[in-house]
Structures are given as C-alpha cells and as structure tokens.
C-alpha cells in the first residue's frame, strides 16, 4: 500500500491543501509592516482538477479523466500548542481543518464517481523573540471515504539555524495591486480581490493548465472569509522525533520520497544515514543516504504564492549541504537531512 501512495503522494500534499500551485525558488520579498486585526475565519470554494498531476494527487487513478470537482469547505482557527519538550516558547500557528467533496469523476467507461474526505492541516512555529522563528512544523492529514489507499498523513519539521528572521502581515513584492486587489507577478496566475462584505476572492490556474488564465472558468475559485482575532485555541505538541541509530543502507531503494529527493541537490551515495522519524517498530524494509552538496543556497518555499495571497503562513527552507537520508518501513517512511556535523535541519514523515 505504501509503495501506491509513494506514485502520488507528493502531489498529494500539493493539492490537498488546494494551495501548491508553484514551488518557488530564491524568491526575494519587499517587507512592509502592516498592522491586522482581523483573521481568517473560513475558506470555501472550488477546485477544477485540470491536470494529470491534479488527480493524482487525490489518489486517482490514471484511468480516470481530468476535471474533476473538488468543492472545499474549510474552518481557520489560530493555535498554540503544548508539550514540547525541546522549545524554549510554546509554538504557534494555524489548523485549517474540514470538508472536501470530489465530484464529476469520470473513467474511461465515462461513469460518474464522487469521493468525500476530511482534510486537516496544522502549521507551528516557534518564535525565539520577535520576528525570529527557530522551528516550523507542518502536518497534513487527508482522509478519504474511497478507502485507505487514498489516505495520507504527512509532517514536516524544520529546524531553522541560526534561527530565520519572519516579518508577519508584510506586503510581498511577488504580487502586482494594492489594498483590494493584487495579481500575481511570477508562476501561475493568481488574482485576489476584496469583496464588497470584506471576504476576500482568490482565482488562480494550476501550473501547466491549459487555457486557464484570465478565463471564465478558472481552475481554483476559493474566497475567504475573516472574523476579528480571537485568543489561540491550544492543542497538543505533535510527537517528537526520534534518530533511528545503527540504520545501515539496504540494496534496495526507498520509493516514498522520490518526488522530494528530486528538490534537492542529491549526489554519491553514503553509507552512513542519519534518520529521524516518530517513533516506530515497524519493519525496516529499504534504507539508503545520498550527499547533499549546495553551492547557491537555493530557497524552497513550497505553497508560498498561494499561502501568501490567502493571508496564511508559508515557510522557507534554505538548502544546506550535508546527508539526505531515507527509510521505507512496512506501512510508513521517514527522510531526513542533516548537516555536515549531523545535527538534524529537515525531517518528512509519510504514513
């Protein structure tokens, strides 16, 4: 089951927050302070799943045609987590959790299908001081009436050091507008406008649709709505990762994580791994490491356009060189990158 996910699971994680429209690279901001009293309460809308990529990310099949509907109805809530047990302040963020219905699901035998899920998405940071983040965790968790094989649940931790300087409500240079409406400069086309109740209306086309922008009927049509600042609502620390010790490499390749490896700058195989991952009694069934040599410190900023546009956090990574590392279990996968004194910097978890 896990080897089927691993063909679209990268995807997944794009599409199910209905928010990867690019991945972008080096990405410089202008940063203006802007003061806001108001947070995004709900986001509702739909998305045309115009792209190969865009159905499989939701676990379907290439046997069925693309334009799928997903309709999304999605709750916004500020949140402060407790229990962990290697912060020094209790981090913060948003869960984004709620309904999401696929329908117009055609085969080649051109029937209709329909798939209902819950989609959850949690993003932490820990802040050392003002405007300096040490730790950033993002989870998401899609669970789909089809059945398990379309299930997946995904956590990112980065470890940002020295820690990362974030500027909150800052006015970014990758969009073109003002107050009400801003277009996006670079990537797929984003408008966001302000609605005469004060929502906000996002458009926008998936990278390499097809007729999409400026067009009638745009892939994604979200609009979100904002309700004045609220006190945080506090959760649980997700588990803490665990270095799994004495991992030597297998003759077999993990699978899970290809689609990830890809964004980085991998080279020689090691034969030291260096892995981090929940803690798990599974049976270890492919292990390998490659060297990680950067030479520009390329930025990956997954989500980044989209976030951004819709008022949430993104986050920024910045490519180091040092060891990215791999494990397959039975049921699940972990990958890791380490710097070159092994301290752990990236960690994924996919189960």
Not at 232 to 240: G, M, S, V, W
Not at 255 to 269: C, M
Not at 312 to 317: C, D, E, G
Request: net charge negative.
């Amino acid at each position: 089951m896990a080897s089927n996910r691993s063909n679209h699971i990268l995807e997944c994680i794009i599409l199910a927050m209905v928010v990867l429209a690019s991945t972008s690279i080096g990405l410089e901001s202008e940063v203006i302070i802007v003061e806001e009293s108001e947070e995004i309460d709900y986001i509702i809308g739909t998305v045309t799943l115009s792209t190969r990529t865009a159905m499989n990310s939701l676990g379907l099949s290439e046997d069925t045609e693309i334009g799928a509907v997903a309709t999304v109805n999605l709750s916004v809530n500020s949140i402060t987590s407790e229990g962990c047990g290697n912060c020094e302040q209790d981090p913060s963020g948003l869960q984004i959790e709620g309904f999401v219905e696929i329908q117009n699901i055609r085969n080649e035998m051109g029937g209709l299908g329909r798939i209902e899920g819950t989609l959850s998405i949690t993003y932490l940071k820990e802040n050392l001081n003002e405007n300096f983040i040490s730790k950033e965790w993002f989870t998401i968790n899609w669970n789909a009436s089809g059945g398990t094989e379309l299930d997946s649940f995904t956590q990112f931790t980065i470890i940002h050091n020295p820690p990362k300087l974030d500027l909150d409500n800052r006015y970014d240079a990758s969009f073109i507008g003002n107050d009400y409406d801003k277009e996006s400069r670079t990537g797929p086309w984003l408008l966001a406008k302000t609605l005469v109740d004060g929502s906000l209306n996002i458009q926008g086309c998936f990278p390499n649709s097809l007729s999409c922008e400026k067009s009638l009927n745009p892939d994604i049509n979200l609009t979100s709505i904002k309700k004045p600042v609220e006190l945080p609502e506090i959760i649980q620390h997700p588990n803490e990762l665990i270095q799994i010790n004495n991992v030597e490499s297998t003759n077999i390749s993990p699978n899970q994580f290809d689609g990830f490896r890809k964004l980085f700058d991998t080279k020689n195989e090691t034969n030291n791994p260096h892995i981090w991952c929940n803690e798990n009694e599974e049976e270890i069934i492919a292990a390998k490491s490659w060297e990680l040599i950067v030479s520009n410190n390329n930025i990956i900023a997954p989500m980044s356009l989209w976030l951004d546009i819709l008022n949430l956090p993104s986050s920024t990574f910045v490519q180091t060189s040092g060891v990215w590392s791999e494990i397959n279990f039975s049921n699940s996968g972990c990958a890791s990158i380490s710097d070159e004194h092994h301290n752990l910097i990236f960690s994924i978890i996919i189960i």
